[in-house]
């Protein structure tokens, strides 16, 4: 099983940046794709970006991209969420996800709270 924990969240003015980051627990971290979800108040979870196993291939959100980047350390089992330019829109819960398709496992982490307000 993989533990996951989120931090790095806050308020921030608009134009600002934040660094989300996302720890994991266990052994198949490195072999897990990864992925940052959020969810604003009344709405659904949404993707943000998505990462490879690996981290070679990225994806993201149309309403993210260009400001918004993921990465992540297998060596240090760690998942990443640059955000720059962030605007009163993004502000929501962000959840770190990891999955692993072999065994079928999906993990969430907790949530953290990026609030873009000034």
């Known amino acids: 099983q993989v533990q996951l924990v989120e931090s790095g969240g806050g308020l921030v003015q608009p134009g600002g940046s934040l660094r989300l980051s996302c720890a994991a627990s266990?052994?198949?971290?490195?072999?897990?794709?990864a992925a940052w979800y959020r969810q604003a108040p009344g709405k659904q979870r949404e993707l943000v970006a998505d990462?490879?196993?690996?981290?070679?291939?990225?994806n993201y959100a149309d309403s993210v991209k260009g400001r918004f980047t993921i990465s992540r350390d297998n060596a240090k089992k760690m998942v990443f969420l640059q955000m720059n330019s962030l605007k009163p829109e993004d502000t929501a819960v962000y959840y770190c996800?990891?999955?692993?398709?072999?065994?079928?496992?999906?993990?969430w982490g907790q949530g953290t709270q990026v609030t873009v307000s000034s």
């Open positions: 266990g052994n198949i971290f490195r072999f897990s794709a």
């Open positions: 990462i490879t196993s690996g981290g070679s291939i990225t």
């Open positions: 996800k990891t999955q692993y398709d072999t065994l079928g496992l999906t993990n």
